[in-house]
């Protein structure tokens, strides 16, 4: 974490982490196992669902100087106005990528589909967000287990989209201490993802033949 003072005018706040969260299985186990190898929990050891390695926050408040020259009229105008924001920013959620049906013949849920050989399932992070929405990763590179097998991709292997949302607010303080000292009225505009980023949810990740 990191705070730096401008004089009385200017706070910025700026945090960020570093995390890795493994388990076996985010949810409680119930007695309806997500497991897909019931008798190897291990096989499900991987990244947790909301695990997030990257989480950047930033805040800032300004206070603009005061005028102490001039008209009355406008230096009421013009002080007591206030700017702030925050911006946050955080690496996506792991996703595994599954099949529609029981490949091993255990009857669980959640298995997951096996990668074809020389095939690369991941595609280039580079790409236009358009691109993205279409196509998130090589859905090509997929087929299913060997009848009464497991795959042999780990659970969470794939990470969806990243999350940014940038908010602000311009309000000014109306001081009133003629009513009491020190209390003062805030009014303020507050703008929310004012850039409109597209937050986009982990992709569908469903394989089906």
């Known amino acids: 974490q990191y705070t730096q003072r401008g004089g009385k005018h200017l706070t910025v706040f700026q945090s960020y982490t570093y995390s890795r ?59 007591n106005w206030v700017y702030s924001g925050s911006y946050q920013a955080h690496s996506g959620r792991p996703f595994s990528v599954t099949i529609n049906n029981d490949s091993a013949l255990v009857g ?6 096996a990668v074809l050989p020389g095939m690369n399932p991941r595609l280039s992070s580079g790409r236009h967000r358009a691109d993205k929405v279409n196509e998130y990763f090589n859905i090509d590179a997929f087929t299913y287990p060997q009848v009464g097998t497991f795959s042999n991709m780990s659970r969470n292997a794939f990470v969806g989209p990243g999350y940014i949302m940038t908010n602000m607010t311009m309000g000014r303080d109306f001081p009133l201490a003629r009513v009491r000292g020190g209390m003062r009225l805030n009014v303020r505009a507050e703008g929310f993802n004012i ?13 089906s033949c």
């Open 108 to 113: 669980e849920p959640n298995q997951r589909a």
């Open 21 to 79: 969260s493994l388990d076996i299985q985010t949810n409680a186990q119930t007695t309806s196992n997500a497991v897909p190898d019931v008798f190897n929990l291990s096989s499900d050891y991987g990244p947790s669902d909301n695990s997030a390695p990257h989480n950047l926050t930033l805040g800032w408040t300004l206070r603009f100087p005061k005028s102490t020259s001039g008209y009355a009229l406008v230096r009421q105008v013009l002080n």
């Open 195 to 207: 850039f409109n980023t597209p937050n986009l949810s982990n992709p569908y990740a469903s394989f």
